[in-house]
């Protein structure tokens, strides 16, 4: 069995999800992989890649020539593989859809070369699932697998001809986050307010915080109801789903909703009013007090 | 000039509802649960009814593939400000291939110029179905939208991607599928709730579509996950901070 691995390029190097992607891919075999856009020889210094399909002429990733020139290329592969990122997300049930086959989305774990778990329910349950397709597309989760390292291959590159971009779908411009904090979904450190913020005045507490850990700000979903902070803040099922290694609450109840976001951060913290309140059920660490009090003596103690 | 915008919304378990793996591992307790629609619906829902009432839609058509019960999400969807409703009814589970078929049937019957979807539902998490239907329509797709613009027979999508955003213009027909940050849905008020028992509710079986809604995975079992270990409570911020260096090592 061989599997195709999609992998994403970032400032000349493959992405670790996509290092872990290869790394699930190298358990159903022999793993070749796609590069889209340049990148092509960083790919093949992968350890364990056999071969490189490069397509330097797909400038941005956009899903239709993506999608497209995958399925012409499918053909004696077992698992086509990407990392479930917003690229792989968006490319792979397409070309699941051109293939017609389920995709199984964010693996987990795989049991063997039909059988995967994948988190269901916001992660408040584990689905163990056996695929009956003859090409299997999944996502995996790049948390969950070790990735390969960066160095230590040779495989050889093949150019393929990309297909013609049709005008249906027309790249215009990609605008990077300014802030200088990291991204919600991909931050080590993760500072999170809730409705004990008080407003949005008080919620602006939390940056210096932040500043000193280089977390991302996340926000309970009462928290953005209530205007303290934008939606693109929330954390939880109907937000944003976080597994940093280090996750703060503060003024926080946590709601079912909210813990089924964060509850897989390796380390937690409580800091809230209220000694009842179910965040403290998952927290690793606890304080009950007043957060307005203890705020500036942890930015002191850090 | 008509612009149909036709929104496919799901009936989940509720973003507040506890979730419980049944006892038999064949799935979750939905027994006695309390249901709603998917919230990313809800957003489509919203951005299909803006559109219309910018003059850039002219009429909003619901359509929700489940239980009989899901009338009442598209009830919901009417009460929002959809137009018309169709229910596709089956007591299976289907999975997103199977959903893209049927609505793929839909689209050929209706000819939107728009589909407008949730990106994912929250019960199987499986942010598929947009793009599935797009692939089987060879449409041009634009998935986890934070804006949508229509003008001049293309709609131009503002895209969630990792670190930022991204730009891209799509030849109507297309599939866009909402993310959180597209808008904010409004609630359905009372007199609204009265007027939607009143609008169009169409009622098709899926068995009659001519799909294959057979399974292509096979649940072997669902299980909680592993349960997080009781914490320990702490007295000052320099404790914590303590811990977290020596203990946790995470800083």
């Known amino acids: 069995m061989t599997a195709l691995v999609l992998l994403e390029i970032e400032h000349g190097e493959v992405r670790q999800a996509s290092r872990s992607a290869v790394a699930a891919a190298s358990r159903f075999g022999d793993v070749d992989v796609i590069v889209l856009g340049e990148g092509a020889e960083a790919a093949a210094r992968l350890p364990g890649v056999r071969n490189v399909l490069s397509a330097a002429s797909l400038t941005h990733d956009l899903a239709e020539p993506a999608a497209a020139l995958l399925a012409a290329h499918t053909s004696g592969y077992s698992h086509v593989v990407a990392a479930a990122s917003a690229g792989g997300k968006n490319i792979l049930p397409r070309l699941a859809g051109l293939l017609d086959v389920q995709p199984i989305p964010e693996v987990v774990e795989i049991k063997d070369e039909n059988t995967f778990v994948r988190p269901i329910y916001a992660g408040n349950a584990l689905a163990t699932v056996r695929s009956s397709d003859t090409i299997k597309v999944l996502t995996i989760r790049g948390s969950s697998f070790d990735p390969v390292s960066k160095e230590g291959g040779s495989a050889t590159i093949q150019t393929l001809n990309a297909p013609a971009t049709e005008d249906f779908s027309r790249f215009v411009r990609v605008e990077l986050s300014k802030s200088d904090r990291p991204e919600l979904e991909s931050a080590r450190v993760v500072v999170s307010g809730g409705k004990g913020m008080k407003d949005a005045e008080h919620f602006k507490l939390l940056e210096p915080l932040a500043d000193k850990l280089g977390a991302a700000i996340g926000a309970s979903r009462a928290a953005v109801d209530s205007g303290f902070a934008p939606n693109e803040m929330q954390v939880g099922q109907t937000g944003k789903i976080v597994a940093p290694e280090l996750y703060i609450a503060l003024g926080l109840s946590g709601a079912i909703q909210h813990l089924a976001g964060m509850k897989d951060s390796r380390v937690i913290v409580a800091i809230n009013m209220d000694p009842e309140a179910p965040i403290f059920r998952v927290a690793d660490y606890g304080i009950v007090g007043d957060l307005f009090t203890i705020l500036p003596e942890l930015e002191k103690a850090l | ?251």
């Open chain 2, 1 to 251: 000039m008509t612009m149909k915008v036709l929104v496919p919304v799901k009936r989940v378990v509720d973003y507040n509802v506890k979730v419980r793996v049944a006892a038999d591992g064949s799935g979750v307790e939905t027994q006695g649960v309390k249901m709603s629609m998917n919230p990313f619906d809800e957003i489509a829902i919203e951005e299909a009814v803006r559109l219309r009432e910018k003059g850039a839609a002219t009429e909003v058509v619901a359509v929700s593939i489940g239980v009989q019960a899901s009338q009442d999400t598209l009830r919901t969807a009417l009460a929002m400000g959809a137009d018309r409703a169709i229910l596709i009814r089956t007591n299976e589970t289907l999975e997103p291939l199977a959903v893209a078929g049927l609505l793929k049937i839909i689209v050929e019957r209706e000819a939107p110029g728009l589909v407008c979807m949730g990106k994912q539902a929250i019960d199987d998490d499986m942010n598929a179905t947009g793009q599935i239907l797009a692939a089987k329509l060879g449409w041009p797709q634009g998935t986890f939208a934070s804006a949508v613009t229509i003008a001049d027979g293309r709609a131009e999508i503002a895209r969630e991607i990792d670190g930022g955003t991204e730009v891209i213009s799509l030849a109507l027909p297309a599939v866009v599928t909402a993310d959180l940050r597209l808008n904010e849905p409004r609630y359905a008020s009372l007199p609204n709730i009265m007027k939607a028992r009143k609008k169009p509710l169409e009622t098709l079986d899926a068995a009659d579509l001519g799909v294959d809604l057979a399974p292509r995975l096979t649940i072997v079992s669902v299980a909680e996950p592993a349960e997080r270990k009781e914490g320990v409570k702490l007295n000052s911020a320099a404790e914590l901070v303590e811990k977290l260096k020596t203990e946790a090592k995470v800083i």
